[in-house]
């Protein structure tokens, strides 16, 4: 306008207002972004792929053992050192939480929720039981107390499910991709949880170095006797 001005052009001028084909395309621009925003926001709450969305949790035990609930009414211990990521909402065809380290799982029983544990390289596949997961790099290792758990090695091993029942022990081994099944477990691999040891005919030379391992001793045991010694007791 100024410039107009300058070259002896009108002193000032005044734009010329919109069109009404302008005022329509810019209505028809916004009813579609807000259409777009409507769709977007039924697509996440009603059929969108919620799991980017879930929130994930974690528990984390330190020097001692940690006892926590999670969402679904299970209760879980972990071992000292020990972690356990899971969702705050068990949403999902599947209630799945990635474990390291070591716990014992009490299972809400839920028949059209099955609970799944990501434990190292292996899958332990539940519906209600109790049992505890031993998880390192190189195996893993699961003991149950009551009901049933399928331990599963990972999908590309080719490798057949376990069944465990109470008092079965299973054991993935990641190195040979193999899956092994023990129906006598070690009761004393629930030491670290119940603070109980048990033996039945064990060597004295065998109970020596289990006790040396849990407590991080030095046990010497009379060369000429120890060898015939058995024992058969609880602590």
């Keep these: 306008v100024s410039a107009a001005a300058g070259l002896g052009g009108n002193a000032s001028e005044t734009a010329a207002p919109p069109s009404s084909q302008n005022w329509n395309w810019l209505r028809i621009a916004a009813m579609l972004v807000v259409a777009v ?4 926001t039924a697509w996440y709450f009603v ?13 984390v035990a330190g020097d001692d053992t940690l006892m926590d609930t ?6 879980v211990t972990l071992n000292a050192g020990a972690s356990l990521s899971y969702p705050a909402k068990f949403e999902l065809a599947q209630r799945e939480v990635k474990l390291e380290g070591e716990a014992f799982f009490d299972v809400a029983r839920n028949v059209k929720q099955p609970f799944v544990i990501h434990a190292g390289t292996a899958d ?4 209600g039981t109790s049992f505890n997961v031993r998880s390192t790099d190189e195996e893993v290792t699961v003991v149950v107390a009551t009901g049933k758990v399928e331990l599963s090695a990972p999908e590309d091993k080719r490798v057949a499910a376990v ?3 109470p008092g079965h022990a299973g054991n993935y081994q990641a190195s040979s991709g193999t899956l092994q099944k023990t129906v006598d477990a070690d009761r004393n691999l629930l030491f670290w949880k119940d603070r109980r040891l048990v033996y039945r005919s064990r060597a004295l030379t065998d109970v020596a170095k289990e006790l040396e391992a849990l407590f991080d001793v030095n046990i010497q045991l009379d060369a000429a006797t120890h060898g015939k010694c058995m024992l058969n007791t609880e602590f």
């Design 37 to 40: 925003g409507l769709s977007l």
């Design 47 to 59: 059929g969108g792929d919620k799991t980017q969305a879930i929130q994930q949790l974690a528990l």
């Design 70 to 75: 999670l969402p679904d009414g299970t209760v």
């Design 124 to 127: 332990v596949r539940v519906l």
């Design 163 to 165: 069944i465990l029942e």
